[in-house]
C-alpha cells in the first residue's frame, strides 16, 4: 500500500495548488524562471487514451472544490500533448507544450528499471494503477531537467483515463 500511497500524495498536492490557484504560482511555460527561482517544476495534465493514435492524449486539468479531478478546458477533446509508449522496446516520448521528454531507464543493467507500475493491492488487473517513469527533458524550455512521469490511471486499456504529473528538477 505504501508504493501506491506515493504517487498519489504527489497528485494529491498538485491538486491542492490548482484547486486553490491564490495560492500557486502561475508560470508561463514559453518562459521559465531562472533556475535559481525555482529548483523543482512541476507540470499537471489529464490523459486519455486516444484509439486513433494508440496513444494518450494530454489536455488541461480541472478539480472541484473536493478536489475530484477531471478533464479540464473547453471540452475534453482539448489535447495540449501526448504520451506515446513502445512497451516491446522499451521507449517512451511525452509531448506536453513546447516540451518533450524522453524515458529512461532507472538502470541500463536493469531491463525491468523503465516500467515501474503499482496497482491496488498488487492486482495489475485491478485500478488505480501508478506508472512512474524515470524522463529527461530533450526539447523546450525545460530542456536538459531531468526527474519523474507519474501516470495515475483509472481504468485499464482502452479506456484508460487520469493524472499526470511530471517533477523535474535542475541538470
Known amino acids: ?14 491538486l491542492a495548488a490548482l484547486v486553490a490557484p491564490d495560492r500557486a504560482t502561475v508560470l508561463n511555460a514559453a518562459s521559465p524562471p531562472p533556475e535559481n527561482e525555482l529548483e523543482l517544476v ?6 486519455q487514451y486516444d484509439a486513433d493514435a494508440d496513444a494518450l492524449a494530454l489536455g488541461p486539468i480541472a478539480a472541484d472544490g473536493e478536489f475530484v479531478a477531471r478533464a ?8 495540449v500533448g501526448k504520451a506515446d509508449f513502445d512497451l516491446e522496446d522499451d521507449h517512451a516520448t511525452i509531448l506536453l507544450g513546447a516540451n518533450e521528454f524522453e524515458g529512461y531507464p532507472v538502470s541500463d543493467a ?25 524522463v529527461r527533458a530533450t526539447k523546450g524550455p525545460y530542456r536538459g531537467r531531468e526527474g ?15 493524472i499526470l504529473a511530471i517533477l523535474l528538477r535542475p541538470a
Request: no cysteine; aromatic share 14%; charged share 20%.
Open 1 to 14: 500500500m505504501r508504493r501506491i500511497g506515493v504517487g498519489i500524495g504527489i497528485v494529491a498536492m498538485t
Open 42 to 47: 512541476t507540470l499537471v495534465s489529464w490523459f
Open 72 to 79: 479540464g478546458g473547453e471540452g475534453v477533446d482539448v489535447k
Open 110 to 134: 536493469d531491463a525491468n528499471s523503465f516500467w515501474r507500475w503499482y496497482y491496488f493491492n498488487d492486482d495489475e488487473n485491478s485500478r488505480p494503477g501508478t506508472l512512474v517513469i524515470q
Open 148 to 162: 519523474t512521469a507519474t501516470f495515475v490511471s483509472r481504468g485499464r486499456e482502452s479506456d484508460a483515463s487520469g
